[in-house]
């Protein structure tokens, strides 16, 4: 399975003295943090963090690093996407490997 998720805090990230751009880095930061530590394969981008593993395990992981920004805000909001693809391994990197490869066949014809 193959998971994107992308958890924020809401009911924060106004522009103080201590916060001056709005953001919400320090609240991202946790939940990334709980998936470093997880030993499952990952990546994070700029919009979402990548996951693969199984579904419990998986879905163990972004529980926890829901549960890591609760502290950050009023509430937290959760978009998940998700791959599943049952007997099928190492997709995180596979899928961007094949599509690599579909780009440059195209650009070579």
Known sequence: MLVAFSVAPSGTGSMSAENPDGSVHDAVAAAVAVVRSSGLAHRTTSMFTEIEG?????????????EAVLPYGSRVSLVLKADIRPG?????????????????DAASE
């Not at 199984?54 to 829901?66: M, S």
């Open 54 to 66: 199984e579904w419990d395990e998986v879905f163990d992981v972004v529980r926890r690093a829901t």
């Open 88 to 104: 099928r391994t190492g997709e995180i990197d596979g899928k961007i490997e094949r599509l690599e490869r579909a780009i440059d």
